[in-house]
Nanobody
Framework: QVRLLESGGGLVQPGGSLRLSCAPS????????MKWYRQAPGKEREFVAC????????NYAESVKGRFTLFRDNRKRVVFLQMHNLQLGDTAVYYC???????????WGQGTQVTVSS
């Protein structure tokens, strides 16, 4: 059974930090590109960051560049999204997504809530 278990969300003040984790199971992790998306209330789901299957290349949305860092550990089968200097506009449900290389397989996690508020 495929699962993407996200954790690490919570309530934080502006300028604070959080680290989200995504622990996948049920598929060959190192064959998948891993991505994070987020969806704020009343808005479309948007891309946040992605990392290639080997962790060698990463890409970030302009809105999070310099503040968020994505990294993966293929041995431990986990992906992290380290978020610094969080702003009110970062408030959203954050989703982990896996996309198979050379296949149409894709899987979503259930989401974890991040709330930035003073």
């Amino acid at each position: 059974q495929v699962r993407l278990l996200e954790s690490g969300g919570g309530l934080v003040q502006p300028g604070g930090s959080l680290r989200l984790s995504c622990a996948p199971s049920g598929f060959t992790f190192h064959y998948y590109v891993m991505k994070w998306y987020r969806q704020a209330p009343g808005k479309e789901r948007e891309f946040v960051a992605c990392v290639t299957s080997d962790g060698g290349r990463k890409n970030y949305a302009e809105s999070v560049k310099g503040r968020f860092t994505l990294f993966r550990d293929n041995r431990k089968r986990v992906v992290f999204l380290q978020m610094h200097n969080l702003q009110l506009g970062d408030t959203a449900v954050y989703y982990c997504k896996a996309e198979g290389l050379g296949s149409s397989n894709e899987y979503w996690g259930q989401g974890t809530q991040v709330t930035v508020s003073s």
